[in-house]
C-alpha cells in the first residue's frame, strides 16, 4: 500500500533496470492489480523494466473514496492520482500502459505530463451507442446475475467498484464525453491495440489517436474483443515488447 492525500492505495512493484523508463499499468473500469492477471509481471519479465500496477480508489484492495465519483473520473486521475503516484514512487518519465477506462486515463495523463511512451488497449475518446448497450448489459449482470459475486473475490468493495464504473457510464451527463480535443498535447510514442470483435469500442478510438496526437502512433488490430492483453496474451506482448524496443 501507499498513502496519497491520506488514502492508500494497492499497488505491485516490480524491479527492473535503472537504465529504461519505467512502466505504469493503468487497469479498465472494473480492474485492479489482480485482475491484469500477471499480464504487467510478464511484459516486466520480458523487458527487463520496473513495473507497477496499482489500483484505482474503490477497485482491489485500495480504500473506498471519499467523495462520490463524477463523469469526469477519468481526467481528474490523470491530473491528480498519475503523477502524484509516479512521483511518490519515483517513476521517471513512465511508460503508461492502460487498458480500456485506464488507456484513457494514460492518454489524458500523457497530454499533462512528461512520459516517455504510451501503450493503450482498447482505449476509449468518446461514446458509442453500442458500447453503452453493453455496460447496460453488465448492470443486469451484476444485479440479477453472479457478476457481482465474481468482483467481490477481486474487490474489497465490489459495490463501490462497479458502480464507480457503471453509473458514470450510464450518467446522462456522460452521452456527450469527448476527449478526443485533449490528444493533441501526446508527443510522446503511442502504441494502440484493438480487437475487431471488442463490444465496448469501435475501431475509432485508435484512429483518433492517430489522428490528433502530436506524437507517432502505431496501430495493432487483433482478432479478439475487449481484452487483448487476456484474449491473446502473446500476440498482445509481442506487440507491446517490440514498441518498447524502439523506444529511445
Do not use: K
Not at 491484469?36 to 480508489?57: M, P
Not at 495523463?109 to 447496460?136: K, N, Y
Not at 478526443?180 to 478510438?205: E, K, M, N
Amino acid at each position: 500500500m501507499i498513502e496519497l492525500d491520506g488514502l492508500r492505495y494497492e499497488y505491485d512493484d516490480v524491479p527492473g533496470s535503472d537504465d529504461r523508463a519505467p512502466l505504469l499499468f493503468l487497469h479498465e473500469g472494473l480492474g485492479s492489480v489482480g485482475l491484469w492477471r500477471g499480464f504487467h509481471r510478464r511484459i516486466a519479465s520480458e523487458t527487463g523494466r520496473r513495473t507497477v500496477a496499482y489500483s484505482r480508489l474503490g477497485h482491489g484492495r485500495s480504500d473506498r473514496p471519499r467523495d462520490p465519483r463524477t463523469v469526469s473520473f477519468m481526467s481528474a486521475e490523470a491530473g491528480s492520482v498519475v503523477p502524484a503516484l509516479c512521483t511518490a514512487l519515483g517513476l521517471d518519465r513512465p511508460v503508461l500502459v492502460g487498458h480500456s477506462d485506464g488507456a484513457t486515463i494514460a492518454l489524458l495523463a500523457a497530454a499533462s505530463m512528461p512520459v516517455s511512451g504510451v501503450v493503450v488497449l482498447a482505449p476509449h475518446v468518446l461514446v458509442e451507442e453500442f458500447a453503452l448497450a453493453a455496460i447496460r448489459s453488465a448492470r443486469d449482470a451484476f444485479e440479477t446475475g453472479d457478476l457481482r459475486t465474481r468482483l467481490a473475490r477481486h474487490h474489497d468493495d465490489p459495490d463501490a467498484a462497479f458502480r464507480g464504473w457503471n453509473d458514470m457510464w450510464l450518467a446522462p451527463g456522460f452521452r456527450d464525453w469527448d476527449v478526443r480535443d485533449r490528444l493533441s498535447p501526446i508527443t510522446a510514442p503511442v502504441l494502440g491495440i484493438q480487437g475487431d470483435d471488442d463490444p465496448y469500442g469501435s475501431f475509432v478510438h485508435v484512429r483518433s489517436v492517430a489522428e490528433r496526437a502530436a506524437g507517432p502512433v502505431t496501430i495493432t488490430e487483433l482478432g479478439c474483443g475487449h481484452s487483448p492483453h487476456l484474449e491473446l496474451p502473446d500476440e498482445t506482448a509481442t506487440a507491446i515488447t517490440g514498441f518498447l524496443a524502439d523506444l529511445p
